[in-house]
């Protein structure tokens, strides 16, 4: 049993994150029968932050996955068994119980059976082109009692009784076609897009029960949209009913019209921290609105900077900058309470996160050390972290230790907002839609382009005075950009 237990070694779900229980297993890479090194990615998992790459710690050949894809396991969980010295005789089998004489194990055979193959060696097994098969078992079924009522079965080898027409039971419904196979035995996972797979997840839609109709048997937006569509009401023929009944008949419910998808994922992590957050810390929220014309001039200046090729630029980048600049100003505000122990703890390192919006919900990543970024290495840094969140591909570590969060809700068409902070940070801005709107410029009034910001902190922290200052520093560097020279 000890070497069986060393061949075998189980590879249990890890806490890819801080102090996360859980996490869905998104995709295997591997079936059983693959062999796998140490290091090998061997399934996707979803944890409540990120998606992340489970690599696997040893070399072996895939024994089981124990769980399937879609299923939540707890961390420390066993997920997948592999044999690690492959090609290893099996086991011993544990010796069975001395067997039974012939006449009393062998079962009444029916007439005209035919003769039992004469008995080769290796313990009567039959020789085949290559071993010698299946051992034959050395135990006996207990006969099962019939329940009280139920018809006897037959006896074996005695055809059975043709049942009363009354009692004869009704045709069997059609069993359903079998799925295609992979080399593994496995049914073959269904062709579609990602977003499909998404819509598909969202609705409870299994997508191994939709018929395709894309090209070379790819499951489209539209073929989901049909499976979750409610089936038609089958016509039956009418049946005379006293009018008294037709009176009290009660109009069926309405179908279709509601759907349940389970909170889980991010969206259920982000929803903990948000009611965490709300009811913790006490939040006030600032407004300033602000005429950022200057600064929309100097993004399109940058766009076309040579040392700026390549890099993403935006309203957005600025911003970023600006609120970092106010940070050096007014370091106070950058800092977070420990409930614990009773203390204020100031922070000398700006990590800036920047929630995104993703197909698996919100989530902020946060740029590690952004205060003592230039400005192209921070926009570069930006440029970064938007494709990875869109690709899914965040790590929890990317979205842990954030200190300050920008939520850029103008690119939506919002004015402002009022953001609720993430959980051990200290401030949020919100940056609104930039808009020409008639603005008093040197005296006249003149169409330019005005935004909204808003500045949610937390009051333990930010008393009215310094969440002001900082609000307005930054207003201040985005209606003249040359303070990001002058206040550097």
């Not at 419910?253 to 909170?263: D, L, S, T, W, Y």
């Not at 505000?333 to 703890?345: K, L, T």
């Amino acid at each position: 049993m000890a070497a069986t237990d060393q061949r075998f070694r189980e590879f249990k779900m890890p806490d890819v994150g801080e102090g996360l229980t859980e996490a869905e297993i998104l995709k295997w890479y591997v079936a059983p029968g693959d062999r796998v090194a140490d290091g090998q990615v061997v399934c996707e998992v979803e944890t409540a932050k990120a998606a992340v790459e489970l690599p696997i710690p040893f070399d072996g050949v895939v024994h089981e996955l124990r769980f399937g894809e879609g299923t939540t396991v707890d961390v420390g969980t066993a997920i997948i068994s592999v044999d690690t010295q492959p090609g290893a005789g099996d086991a011993p089998a544990p010796s069975a119980a001395p067997a039974e004489p012939a006449e009393a194990a062998a079962p009444a055979e029916p007439a005209g059976a035919a003769e039992p193959a004469e008995p080769a060696e290796n313990g009567g097994r039959q020789a085949n082109l290559v071993g010698y098969g299946v051992a034959p078992s050395s135990t006996k079924r207990r006969p099962r009692k019939p329940r009280p009522g139920a018809p006897a079965a037959p006896a074996r080898g005695v055809p059975a009784q043709p049942l009363p027409a009354a009692a004869a039971p009704a045709p069997a419904a059609p069993a359903p076609p079998r799925p295609e196979l992979n080399g593994y035995g496995k049914a073959a996972r269904p062709l579609a897009k990602p977003p499909v797979r998404k819509l598909a997840k969202d609705l409870g839609i299994d997508l191994a029960t939709v018929t395709p109709t894309g090209p070379d048997g790819t499951i489209t937006r539209e073929d989901v949209h049909a499976a979750a569509a409610p089936a038609p009401a089958a016509v039956a023929e009418p049946v005379a009913q006293p009018a008294v009944a037709e009176a009290e008949a009660a109009p069926a419910p309405a179908v279709g019209r509601e759907r349940r998808v389970p909170v889980k994922g991010v969206r259920k992590a982000t929803a903990q921290a948000m009611v965490s957050s709300a009811f913790t810390a006490p939040h006030v929220t600032e407004f300033i609105t602000v005429d950022v014309t200057r600064t929309m001039k100097l993004v399109a200046d940058l766009k076309q900077d040579p040392d700026m090729a390549g890099l993403r630029v935006n309203p957005l980048l600025l911003v970023a900058k600006a609120f970092l600049v106010a940070i050096r100003r007014n370091p106070e505000i950058n800092a977070v309470w420990d409930d614990g122990a009773q203390e204020i703890v100031y922070k000398d390192y700006v990590n800036l996160g920047i929630a995104a919006a993703t197909p698996r919900g919100l989530i902020v990543p946060n740029i590690k050390d952004a205060g003592s970024l230039t400005l192209p290495e921070l926009a570069s840094a930006l440029g970064e972290l938007v494709s990875t969140a869109r690709e899914g591909k965040t790590s929890p570590a990317a979205m842990s230790g954030g200190t300050v969060t920008i939520t850029n809700v103008g690119v939506f068409g919002v004015d402002t907002g009022t953001p609720i902070l993430n959980p051990g940070e200290s401030a949020i801005l919100a940056f609104g839609a930039v808009k020409l709107q008639p603005w008093v410029h040197k005296g006249k009034v003149k169409p330019r382009q005005v935004t909204t910001l808003a500045l949610s902190f937390d009051h333990r922290l930010v008393d009215g005075e310094l969440g002001s200052k900082v609000l307005a520093d930054i207003a201040a560097v985005l209606e003249q950009p040359k303070r990001l020279i002058t206040w550097a």
